[in-house]
């Protein structure tokens, strides 16, 4: 059995996990959106041509290559904004949350989040009803006591319907299917 290759592949990972951070997750509505402004690229590159003539010689070129890449699309200054608008869109909606909790503040994990919600104070939503009744059924009320022969779908006020057909009673049996003659 050969161990230099299985030493090399040991000695391969080891070198591997000194160099290899670990993924942490991330908030999708936190990050850049894949806002790239341009990439810088190094790299060498080392060329062997053989040329076989009479007398079989080598010839070897190294290069070295500076490549930046410019992305189209909206402008670097306009994406970050955007993304900076977005992030800032995101703190104003949960930062009533942070701020209504003092615990948070006591907390050292916290302190970053704290720290971009202080003195940002949320505003209430006054459309909504002071009683637990949604818009939709003050305005189907109102329209009832407008109209009080017509008959809503769903309403729970309608009275018995004026069909034959009743419903059975909770313990009540049903039939069998007839067996089919094959």
């Known amino acids: ?92 909606k949960m930062c009533g949350r942070v701020n209504s909790n003092p615990s948070l503040a006591y907390n050292s994990n916290f302190d970053l989040l704290v720290s971009k919600c202080r003195g940002v104070t949320p505003a209430r939503d006054n459309t909504r009803p002071s009683d637990s009744q949604s818009l939709w059924d003050d305005m189907k009320d109102e329209y009832k006591k407008e109209n009080p022969d017509v008959k809503l779908m769903n309403d729970k006020l309608i009275g018995p319907s004026k069909s034959k057909l009743k419903m059975p009673p909770k313990d009540y049996i049903l039939p069998l299917p007839k067996p089919k003659d094959d």
């Open 1 to 92: 059995m050969n161990y230099y290759f299985t030493g090399l592949i040991i000695l391969a990972l080891t070198i591997l996990a000194l160099f290899v951070e670990p993924a942490y997750p991330r908030n999708e509505y936190l990050n850049d959106y894949g806002v790239r402004c341009g990439e810088f690229e190094i790299r060498t590159d080392k060329r062997e041509t053989d040329y076989n003539y009479s007398d079989s010689s080598t010839n070897e070129q190294q290069y070295l290559s500076f490549t930046y890449r410019k992305y189209l699309g909206t402008d670097c200054k306009t994406a970050k904004e955007n993304v900076a608008i977005k992030q800032q869109l995101e703190l104003m």
